[in-house]
């Protein structure tokens, strides 16, 4: 059984224009935002962003900034699948997932240069046997390459 996909990206953000039956005034005015795939407009919207009270500017500007916010993020996060996000959510957030995945990296290279280190150490370059020095020949580009950096 295949998992259910969500709408593609990119979506859009605009605000909501209802008419009044007589079609003079609008219902909401920036007081509610609609948030659509940006392929197909015409259809129901993916999501409603109501603070409530549109007559209270505060309130009609958070509707705007978090239907901005979630835009953003969900095409920022475009081709990253949700079991990803959920579990860096659980982490803190994808930065901190990231900080720790950069932490990660960082020992393994440290640890990897250590190792180079000592196979460059105990493989001369004038080593007679060819294999030995080619062999430290390589550990020392490869150090000199993570030195360099």
């Given at each position: 059984?295949?998992?259910?996909?969500h709408?593609?990206e990119p979506w859009i953000y605009?605000?909501?224009?209802?008419e009044w039956?007589?079609?003079?005034?609008?219902?909401f005015?920036?007081?509610v935002?609609?948030i659509?795939?940006a392929?197909?407009?015409?259809?129901?919207?993916?999501?409603i962003?109501?603070k409530g009270?549109?007559?209270?500017?505060?309130?009609r500007?958070?509707?705007?900034?978090?239907?901005?916010r979630?835009v953003?993020c969900?095409?920022a996060?475009?081709?990253?699948?949700?079991?990803?996000?959920?579990?860096?959510?659980n982490?803190?957030?994808?930065?901190g997932a990231?900080?720790?995945?950069v932490?990660?990296?960082?020992q393994?290279?440290?640890?990897?240069l250590?190792?180079?280190?000592?196979?460059a150490?105990r493989?001369p370059?004038d080593?007679p046997?060819?294999?030995?020095?080619?062999?430290?020949?390589?550990?020392?580009l490869?150090?000199?390459?993570?030195e360099?950096?």
């Amino acid at each position: 059984m295949s998992e259910q996909k969500h709408t593609q990206e990119p979506w859009i953000y605009f605000p909501a224009r209802h008419e009044w039956h007589t079609g003079e005034k609008a219902i909401f005015d920036d007081g509610v935002w609609y948030i659509h795939p940006a392929d197909d407009v015409e259809r129901l919207p993916i999501c409603i962003i109501d603070k409530g009270n549109d007559h209270h500017e505060p309130t009609r500007k958070q509707a705007e900034v978090d239907a901005r916010r979630i835009v953003a993020c969900i095409n920022a996060c475009e081709g990253i699948p949700t079991d990803g996000l959920e579990a860096h959510a659980n982490k803190g957030g994808m930065i901190g997932a990231a900080i720790e995945t950069v932490a990660d990296y960082k020992q393994q290279r440290d640890e990897l240069l250590a190792s180079m280190k000592r196979i460059a150490e105990r493989c001369p370059a004038d080593s007679p046997i060819y294999a030995i020095a080619s062999v430290g020949d390589g550990a020392r580009l490869a150090i000199a390459k993570v030195e360099s950096k």
